[in-house]
């Protein structure tokens, strides 16, 4: 279900599952039964809806992040979709203890990919300390009594209490400290310069940067025409594994197309051959037109 961005849009929403039935426990059961082994399609939208409010429950628990409410709803619903797909009503657990875990992780990558131009929280450490910093802060701001721990100090505990490396938290604050800025942003209170005056002219001319985008709508033509020579198996897992910047797993591969994570990595082997062949036969192709239209 979509969420729209505008607050009175998102209040409706709010209000129209607000209306929608929660499932008992056998309900829940029967439908995810039917969902899994027939396949049927309203059964898992009577699941997916039934948990709507509970990913707004979710969501809600992100709001200090500054970020639109609709766009970590709309987010978590992905997340529910996807555990809606994957969940097993033999594990005899309800759905929405499998599924926090599916709509807490679409919700912190909408983050991390919104929080900043620079990418942060690249490795689990990071994405642990992104989430979790300010929260353990607070934690030993309370059991410190406020104010006598110095920075290195609070930063010690907090990486003993994470985990993590102390020089790990010490630039993780830093990028959470220096949020995205404006070049057009005024430098003083007279507003008569901005940012973009101190930033050095290092790019290219004007021919230069043409040149650059034809060759990088050339690539991308061939790149387009690569997989369309593909089989459909192989182009998902080309786009799905190496043209995303949130790839799936090897099993999530094997799952999608109901065989194992091996066949999947064979797959994807014979995939990357596949495309690397094709990629430089368009190559040898585009060079030998230039060379014979220059001839000519």
């Known amino acids: 279900m979509a969420v729209a961005s505008t607050s009175g849009t998102l209040e409706s929403y709010l209000a129209e599952i607000g209306r929608i039935p929660v499932l008992d426990p056998a309900e829940e059961l029967a439908l995810a039964r039917r969902f899994r082994d027939g396949h ?3 059964a898992g939208h009577q699941l997916v809806t039934a948990n709507l409010r509970f990913v707004v429950k979710v969501a809600y628990e992100y ?9 970590l709803i709309q ?3 992905i997340g529910l979709m996807r555990a809606v797909q994957k969940f097993d009503p033999q594990k005899e657990i309800r759905l929405v203890s499998y599924a926090v875990w599916w709509i807490r992780a679409y919700i912190q990558n909408h983050i991390l990919r919104s929080w900043s131009l ?14 979790s910093m300010a929260r353990t802060r607070r934690e030993l701001d309370r059991v410190d009594g406020g104010g006598r721990a110095t920075a290195d100090e609070l930063n010690d505990g907090i990486a ?3 985990n993590v490396k102390p020089a790990e938290v010490r630039e ?3 990028r959470l400290d220096g949020r995205d800025m404006s070049l057009d942003a005024p430098l003083g209170e007279e507003g008569g310069a901005s940012h973009l005056d101190l930033v050095a002219g290092e790019g290219l001319g004007q021919d230069e940067a043409l040149s650059e ?4 709508r050339s690539l991308a ?3 387009r025409q690569a997989l369309e020579r593909l089989d459909p198996r192989e182009r998902f897992i080309i786009e799905q594994r190496v043209m995303t910047d949130a790839p799936l797993t090897l099993k999530d591969v094997g799952d999608h197309f109901g065989f194992s994570r091996e066949r999947a990595r064979q797959l994807e082997i014979r995939a990357r051959e596949k495309i690397r062949g094709e990629l430089a036969a368009l190559a040898q192709a585009r060079a030998e037109a230039l060379h014979d239209g220059a001839a000519a």
């Open 118 to 131: 620079v990418k942060v929280g690249t490795t689990q450490a990071q994405r642990k300390l992104f989430f």
């Open 213 to 216: 985008q034809q060759e990088q």
């Open 160 to 162: 003993r209490k994470l």
């Open 221 to 223: 033509d061939r790149v």
């Open 63 to 71: 709001r200090a992040y500054g970020l639109r409410m609709a766009d």
């Open 75 to 77: 987010e978590g619903n």
């Open 40 to 42: 049927d399609l309203r």
């Open 172 to 174: 993780m604050a830093q």
